[in-house]
């Protein structure tokens, strides 16, 4: 089954989204997201100028051999553009397999091996507060599990925190990078007793999440987990640049604290180290980021050789197309943990089509053939691209820090 045509269209309903379109020799058409937030054209050029017209003529089936063949083929192997788009691919062409099949993309991955798919959704807040009345909305929309952020006193703006005006806590509105300030102290002073109201309010029913969003350092990391041991976290993500994989076992030396990895990395390069000497609890490699459901699946693989389990990211930045096909992956692995879900904002539902269900707590990624998520290239066309960049962070000091 040939393919006859791809190409790329990027739109920016709410936030910039990158897709691809595969298209066959009998008219199957398969969806994959090649959104890398912030770097969206680099994405689109190494798609539409390398790697589309590479596609023409190859047969649509041979998912493994056309994955290899855009990975070794290259010769510059891995990096965040290369493996996002060769995601896209894989993610279309999963997509096209199932359509044929007549069936939805978990059944051809071995089928459901859970009923349902545990998501933790956002709650943040300007003050406590109003982070602790977000953690109970979600709590009455039915989630299980939840990440809280808030803001911190005497410190200007926070990650995950969104502004006031309604806008969204990541990208910056401006077409240069919005600048934030980082002091660690605050930072370790403040998060136990902010995550202690949520245990104090609620209990250790729910299952209770945070992102320390790379900015520590290990020692620093590793007394921030052992702050939080007695409020049983679910996990803490991302406590230091995790580039520097070995920087884990100092972490691991000092707390019990769960730690999650990985939304950065795009193979299983990345997560080699933590995984096989077990310095993590959950890998957050995700599907649209490391290289599609091909090589996902081969890191979940690895990880659960080695008792880690899954917990990828799932932010607005990928799109519903990549958000679906992680469903996918969550419902067949053996090793799923959870699955982040931030969702999408209106007008994404007028481009994207989808088929997915939350029901108490729960994802299904639905029954349709396929990855079960439809792109509107009409719709797609109102929304133009937008340039927007990440944060970055300095210190008071004015030196550059992780955001
Ligand atoms: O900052 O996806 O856990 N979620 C996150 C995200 C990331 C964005 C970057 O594009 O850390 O909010
Ligand atoms: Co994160």
């Known amino acids: 089954m040939k393919i006859i045509d791809a190409g790329v269209i990027i739109t920016a309903p709410g936030r910039n989204y990158v897709t691809l379109k595969i298209t066959t020799e009998d008219g199957v058409v398969g969806w994959g997201d090649a959104t890398l937030n912030g770097r969206e054209l680099a994405v689109a050029t190494y798609l539409r100028d390398h790697v589309c017209p590479l596609l023409i003529g190859r047969d649509a089936h041979r998912i493994e051999d056309i994955w290899q063949y855009l990975y070794k083929g290259s010769y510059w192997r891995r990096g965040p553009v290369q493996m996002t788009a060769i995601a896209a691919v894989d993610i279309a062409l ?8 007549g069936l939805p993309v978990y059944q051809l991955l071995g089928g459901a091996a859970r009923d349902g798919v545990m998501v933790y959704g956002h709650a943040s807040g300007s003050s406590v507060a109003e982070m602790l009345d977000d953690v109970a909305a979600h709590l009455d929309e039915g ?11 005497g410190m200007d703006k926070v990650y995950g925190v969104p502004p006031k005006d309604g806008r969204l806590y990541e990208p910056a509105s401006s077409n240069v990078p919005q600048e934030e300030t980082w002091e660690t102290g605050p930072y370790l002073r403040f998060v136990p007793t902010m995550l202690g109201a949520v245990r104090e309010r609620f209990g250790f029913d729910v299952h209770l999440l945070h992102d320390v969003h790379h900015r520590l350092s290990p020692l620093e990391a590793g007394r921030l987990g052992r702050d939080l041991e007695e409020h049983r976290m679910f996990w803490i993500e991302d406590p230091t640049p995790a580039e520097d994989q070995s920087a884990f076992q100092l972490i691991r030396q000092h707390t019990t604290t769960p730690i999650a990895v990985g939304e950065i990395f795009n193979s299983i390069w990345d997560c080699q180290q933590l995984i096989t000497e077990r310095l993590i609890d959950y890998v957050r490699t995700s599907v649209s980021h490391a290289g599609g459901i091909t090589h996902l699946r081969r890191i979940f693989a690895l990880a659960d050789l080695y008792g880690v389990r899954t917990g990828s990211h799932g932010a ?9 096909a992680a469903l996918h992956v969550d419902l067949s692995v053996p090793n799923f943990g959870i699955q982040e879900y931030m969702g999408h ?5 007028e481009v994207f089509r989808t088929g997915y269900k939350f029901e108490n707590g729960y994802m299904h990624p639905g029954d349709a053939p396929g990855l079960g998520v439809e792109v509107d290239e009409q719709a797609a066309a109102k929304f133009p691209y937008d340039p927007k960049y990440l944060p970055i962070n300095r210190r008071r000091d004015g030196s550059m820090h992780d955001w």
């Open 94 to 101: 999963w997509d096209i397999k199932g359509k044929v099949a």
């Open 345 to 349: 904002r209106d007008p994404a539902g």
């Open 143 to 153: 989630y299980l599990a939840v990440r809280a952020q808030s803001a911190i006193p």
């Open 316 to 324: 607005g930045d990928l799109s519903p197309v990549s958000f679906a």
